[in-house]
């Protein structure tokens, strides 16, 4: 395990840079006693189920992707869709009362089921992990240099503490700490959320691992901050060659970052295709859906948001079918006979629906699709009594244009059930939505 | 603070009419208290450092800006949760800052607040029905039980929820539906305006869209006005008529949605604005992106002169020596500087840059 391990880490002390391009050849740094052939990491049908109280909640429902050297893999979700459940699972970071079951291979060798020694080889050299809060992920009794020569030199024992030091400051100094030779002698909460992320990325990258997983990385900054942290991940990458699996449920920064996307709805992967196929062709309605649920800073006109309606299943006790339908608007009755697999759509494209057609003909437009069970749109749609309408101030001429007619379902109307809120408090409401 | 700004303030889509709700040179420091035996005062936390705004009728008005940059202090010393340290608030020609607790009950009728945590701002001990019920029992203005029951289920109603599940406590309930139970309970003394503190910010945005639909259809339909507080660009840019971007306590720009987004005048709106990712591959990989370097200093001791020059780009890299010299000295008033709007910068100068 030293030799492959401390070449590497003397050359960064003497030279001050770290391995260079994004390639595979030209680099040696596989750990000892995995495949250099096999692919990077292959994750296939990963389940974890937490028991719980009320049950078994099914948290991870069968996962597959395989990360390529080099690559970006974008994962977003929303809250509770498992994203980050599997990466704890990947690299064996959760609980003991978590059951994990399929396979998790790094350069052809099972990581699922090994011990926690053996795990502690590949973790930070071979796979490293970027955490969501800095302030969690750094030890605060530390000082941040002590906590990168740790991590140096657990995986290299012959480095000497010195060579360590000077490697940690080059190190700081790549993710952009300024005066890197004395902050290094700093605690954590000497730096400020930005700074402690820069830290956590230069930990991560600090042994040159082949595969840095992102979990939220910028989700607890100011979107200026934000910025800088995604340019010096994008260094990280390129100094490291590493290829990375990004964790977000920011649209934008995967659309920035990644080369591949996986869509996660209630603990699977739903969607599956290159950056472009996910934001101009997707094909599973849920993927649509929230593309047209975010507002963009970019768009000019104000079209209406097209919300998806009811929220995700519960993970306790999943009914057969697809955990979509309840909220889709392509539901059929074959919707609920059995969760479909994900299907080729395309070139490297796979799409978890039986009616991939139908959104197909969307080409990326939400409203197309969704418009039939957007209910918020209801409201707009109710008539207004007069005296309402003109009320403290009104209406005006700056006011955003009524929704188009496509998007107002007159079907699911609600008569009467707003008008009456100002007008006359006891006058009857006869609607009733779910 | 400047009579100028009274007059010049609102030239926007909304310039018509009084504002119903306008602030002047509103002020809001949290005092530092040394160690030692004998606490006293060694410095202020200059949270809001000299706010002007205006709100008109009908209008939404966004206010965005960096955590820390006291735009939630804002709202709160506009609604006197926190009692401002000077300047005035004034609203429908009343004067708030100043009053005391019994003296604003009544005029909290009318401008009402949505919180940011829906988790945090319902008790949970409470079924939703008394939540929502709890502002008008306390303001006495249902006359019976009866009344009661049918305003609840009417604002309930409204906000797109099932009447018949007011009976049950907010943990049963999601985050989407119980942030529409929190702008039930502002609904109830049928405001005239919404302070909405980041009100979608907690929420995935599937969920997200269907608020925001909501807040603008109840918008259209009630009257009402909002002073829409975020740090999420896109969220204000579709739901707001004028946007005003803080720093650091003040203003420092304040214009049209279209106008501020589309030719942005400030070099920190603009890093601001080139700082958000877009959810378009093709485009955000062809953007130029304008990095501002550090932190937003602490406002505890603000730099001299502009509040931004210490991470500005313009100061760093474009700006002579002797121009410089006065960004360093003379603290930029928010004023129209030849661009058509308010803005706070000594070089402003129109960029687009989404």
Redesign the interface.
């Known amino acids: 395990m030293s030799t492959p391990g401390s070449t590497g880490a003397t050359a960064v002390s003497s030279t001050g840079t770290l391995g260079r391009g994004r390639t595979e050849q030209g680099r040696n740094t596989s750990l000892a006693g995995f495949d250099a052939s096999a692919p990077l990491l292959e994750v296939t049908d990963l389940n974890v189920r937490f028991p719980t109280e009320d049950g078994l909640v099914h948290a991870v429902r069968g996962v597959d992707y395989t990360l390529r050297s080099g690559e970006v893999l974008g994962i977003v979700g929303e809250s509770g869709s498992g994203k980050s459940v599997t990466s704890l699972a990947v690299m064996g970071l959760l609980p003991g009362s978590a059951r994990v079951t399929g396979s998790v291979k790094y350069r052809g060798q099972e990581l699922l089921g090994q011990s926690d020694r053996s795990l502690s080889r590949v973790r930070g050299k071979g796979v490293s992990m970027i955490f969501q809060d800095p302030m969690t992920s750094l030890d605060p009794v530390y000082k941040v240099g002590a906590q990168i020569t740790e991590t140096l030199r657990v995986h290299d024992k012959s480095l000497s503490s010195k060579a360590a030091e000077a490697r940690a400051v080059d190190l700081l100094e790549l993710v952009g700490i300024p005066n890197a030779a004395e902050r290094v002698h700093s605690y954590p909460h000497e730096f400020s959320g930005g700074m402690r992320q820069r830290v956590v990325i230069a930990i991560a990258m600090a042994n040159q691992p082949e595969v840095i997983i992102a979990d939220e990385p910028t989700t607890a900054l100011d979107v200026t901050v934000q910025a800088q942290i995604l340019e010096v991940l994008q260094t990280a990458l390129s100094e490291t060659g590493a290829a990375m699996v990004m964790i977000t449920h920011d649209l934008g920064v995967v659309a920035g970052i990644a080369d591949r996307v996986l869509v996660m709805y209630a603990g699977r992967p739903v969607e599956i295709g290159s950056v472009e196929d996910i934001y101009y062709e997707p094909r599973m309605p849920y993927t649509l859906g929230l593309l047209g649920s975010l507002p963009r800073v970019d768009s000019t006109t104000r079209e209406r948001l097209t919300p998806i309606t009811g929220s995700p299943p519960s993970l306790l006790n999943m009914p057969p079918g697809c955990p979509f339908a309840p909220r889709c608007p392509l539901h059929i009755a074959e919707c609920d006979e059995a969760e479909p697999e994900r299907f080729q759509v395309g070139p490297g494209h796979t799409a978890a629906c039986i009616r991939t057609e139908q959104v197909a003909g969307a080409h990326g437009h939400a409203a197309e699709v969704f418009s039939e069970t957007s209910d918020d749109a209801v409201l707009a749609s109710d008539a207004l009594p007069a005296d309402l309408a003109t009320a403290e101030g009104g209406r005006d001429a700056a006011a955003p244009a009524t929704p188009p007619g496509d998007q107002v379902e007159p079907g699911a109307g609600v008569p009467g059930g707003t008008g009456s809120l100002i007008s006359s408090p006891t006058s009857p409401t006869n609607g009733d939505r779910a | 603070m400047s009579t100028a700004i009274t007059e010049h303030a609102t030239g926007?889509?909304?310039g018509?009419?009084e504002p119903?709700l306008s602030v002047r040179g509103l002020e809001k420091h949290f005092p530092i208290k040394g160690g030692g035996l004998i606490k006293r005062t060694v410095g202020a936390v200059r949270a809001v450092d000299g706010v002007d705004l205006d709100l008109?009728?009908?209008?939404v008005l966004g206010l965005v800006g960096?955590?820390g940059c006291g735009k939630s202090t804002t709202g709160r010393a506009i609604l006197n949760l926190q009692p401002a340290t000077a300047g005035s608030v004034v609203f429908q020609g009343r004067e708030l800052v100043g009053l005391d607790r019994k003296a604003m009950r009544p005029l909290r009728r009318d401008i009402q607040l949505v919180f940011q945590d829906p988790y945090a701002s319902l008790n949970p001990r409470l079924p939703v029905f008394d939540i929502v019920a709890e502002p008008l029992v306390i303001h006495g203005l249902?006359k019976d039980d009866k009344?009661l029951r049918?305003?609840v289920?009417?604002?309930v109603?409204?906000v797109?929820?099932?009447?018949?599940h007011t009976n049950r406590y907010p943990a049963e309930f999601?985050g989407?539906?119980r942030q529409r139970i929190g702008i039930a309970r502002a609904?109830a003394l049928?405001p005239?305006v919404l302070v909405l503190d980041e009100p979608v910010s907690a929420l995935?945005?599937?969920?997200?869209?269907?608020v925001?639909?909501?807040l603008?259809?109840?918008?259209?339909?009630?009257?009402?006005?909002y002073l829409f507080i975020a740090?999420?660009?896109?969220?204000v840019?579709?739901?707001s008529?004028r946007v005003a971007v803080m720093y650091l306590g003040r203003i420092i720009e304040v214009a049209d949605q279209?106008e501020l987004?589309?030719r942005p005048v400030h070099p920190y709106t603009q890093?601001?604005?080139?700082?958000?990712?877009?959810?378009?591959?093709?485009?955000?990989?062809a953007r130029q992106?304008i990095?501002?370097?550090g932190?937003?200093p602490s406002p505890a001791n603000p730099p001299s002169g502009c509040r931004f020059r210490t991470r500005c780009q313009k100061f760093a890299n474009v700006l002579t020596d002797g121009q410089r010299e006065i960004c360093m000295t003379v603290d930029p008033k928010l004023e129209d500087r030849g661009t058509g709007h308010l803005n706070a910068c000594h070089y402003a100068e129109a960029a687009s840059v989404?």
Do not use: C, M
């Open positions: 926007g889509a909304t018509h009419g119903i008109y009728p009908g209008e960096e955590s249902t009344e049918a305003r289920r009417e604002l109603e409204t797109g929820l099932n009447p018949e999601s989407g539906q609904l049928q005239k995935d945005v599937s969920i997200q869209a269907g925001i639909n909501l603008e259809d109840l918008k259209n339909e009630l009257g009402l006005s740090h999420d660009l896109s969220v840019r579709h739901i008529d279209d987004f589309s890093a601001l604005l080139s700082a958000i990712p877009l959810p378009d591959p093709r485009r955000e990989r992106r990095i501002i370097s932190d937003v989404l």
